[in-house]
């Protein structure tokens, strides 16, 4: 995935299920914009750490 989830739309998000369900099955980080979370920093746009 070369965006943030972050930065996607709700609609290229559903189009995308199984990428992003590996993308977010066992969070490490959390994007302190908009609460999305993420197993990797660079999933994310302004991302800390659990």
């Given at each position: ?23 977010v ?23 800390i750490?659990?």
């Amino acid at each position: 995935m070369k965006k943030t989830i972050c930065k996607l739309s709700k609609s290229d998000l559903r189009d995308r299920l199984d990428e992003l369900a590996s993308i977010v099955s066992s969070p490490q980080y959390l994007c302190t914009k908009c609460g999305r979370a993420a197993n990797k920093k660079r999933n994310l746009c302004k991302s800390i750490e659990l």
